[in-house]
């Protein structure tokens, strides 16, 4: 499955870090692109993963490299960073 990531770059996002971690997954050679608002201000930054719309928030670029490895190339979403308002357990 091809899989690529949607890094919200809007305002509330980029004050906690997004450009950081936009940049975390480019430098990964993952497909990675900025999104607008996604409506979860105050929550970012925010990574939405597809086609699965599995969704993390709070996302710091040290955590970029784990995520790619587990989600985007083994199929295995990383559980505790998940958004729980939308993956609750
Ligand atoms: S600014 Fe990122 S969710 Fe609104």
Redesign the pocket.
């Known amino acids: 499955m091809n899989r690529r990531v949607l890094v919200?770059?809007?305002?509330?996002?980029?004050k906690y870090g997004?450009a950081q971690v936009l940049k975390a997954f480019q430098q990964a050679k993952v497909a990675a692109e900025r999104s607008g608002?996604?409506?979860?201000?105050g929550?970012?930054?925010?990574v939405i993963v597809l086609p699965e719309a599995i969704w993390y928030d709070r996302v710091q670029p040290r955590q970029v490299p784990i995520i790619v490895e587990q989600h985007l190339q083994q199929g295995a979403p990383v559980q505790p960073w998940l958004y729980q308002k939308f993956h609750a357990v």
Request: charge should be positive; include cysteine.
């Open positions: 919200c770059q809007n305002t509330s996002c980029r997004a608002c996604l409506g979860q201000c929550n970012g930054p925010m």
